[in-house]
């Protein structure tokens, strides 16, 4: 069975500094996707990485996945207070039901002045 | 931008009550999903289709039910609405396999 996690789960970072989101996977994949959420709204698809090695950039954040790691990263660099929501990894899973997603749990980040 | 619809955006009603959501999509994708979410939490699949006439339940188990007689429309529906039932109820559709879900904007369902 797929297990998705990520962390940090919770995470408060200054305006101007840098961090990095994690998001481990358990089970062979080549598929993942992430998301953002603000409150009350619904899923934006940030990001699509479908190889071992992608890496994907938009404006602060840059996405990358190891599939032999099973880990796929997503750093912000130099945040602002926009970048305030929380974000999701989503792995494709070839197993039981095959051709969902599975979620994490999501990182809400706060991004303070 | 992707075209998915969801109504209603809120609703409170009471215990027993039957409830239709509706999804609604106009980018002809043959893939459609319902999800569940608390606020704050992860969002766990009820139920997928994968076209016309097919429908399956998804990794959370759940007392909706589905129906896919178009395309472009997956509604659930309870029969008879509980308050576990209330929650963040999402719909996505999907195109060609390597593109992402695309998301509603969501039911916030709240039952008394």
């Known amino acids: 069975e797929l297990k998705v996690e990520q962390n940090p789960l919770f995470l408060s970072m200054q305006e101007g500094k840098n961090y990095t989101i994690y998001c481990n996977y358990s089970t062979t994949s080549d598929r993942l996707y992430w998301y953002r959420q603000d409150p009350g709204k619904s899923l934006e698809s940030l990001f699509v990485?479908?190889?071992?090695?992608a890496v994907k950039q938009e404006g602060r954040l840059m996405a990358s996945l190891d599939t032999k790691a099973r880990l796929s990263t997503l750093h912000i660099t130099a945040a602002v207070h926009d970048l305030s929501a929380t974000y999701f990894c989503?792995?494709?899973?070839?197993?039981?039901?095959?051709?969902?997603?599975?979620f994490g749990k999501g990182t809400k980040l706060s991004v303070k002045p | 931008e992707a075209d998915i619809y969801q109504t209603p955006r809120y609703l409170v009603i009471g215990t027993g009550k039957k409830i239709t959501l509706e999804c609604s999509q106009t980018?002809?994708?043959?893939?459609m999903y319902w999800y569940q979410q608390d606020p704050g939490m992860e969002l766990h699949l009820i139920h997928y289709?994968?076209?016309?006439?097919?429908?399956e339940k998804g990794d959370l188990s759940s007392e909706s039910t589905v129906s896919r007689i178009r395309t472009e429309h997956f509604p659930l529906t309870l029969e008879s609405a509980r308050p576990s039932h209330t929650s963040q109820y999402l719909c996505?559709?999907?195109?060609?396999?390597?593109?992402?879900?695309?998301f509603g904007d969501g039911t916030r369902l709240s039952i008394l």
């Open positions: 996505a559709s999907r195109g060609q396999p390597n593109q992402p879900q695309h």
């Open positions: 980018m002809g994708h043959d893939k």
């Open positions: 989503a792995v494709m899973n070839y197993g039981g039901s095959q051709g969902n997603l599975i």
């Open positions: 990485l479908l190889s071992n090695g």
């Open positions: 289709s994968y076209g016309v006439n097919s429908t």
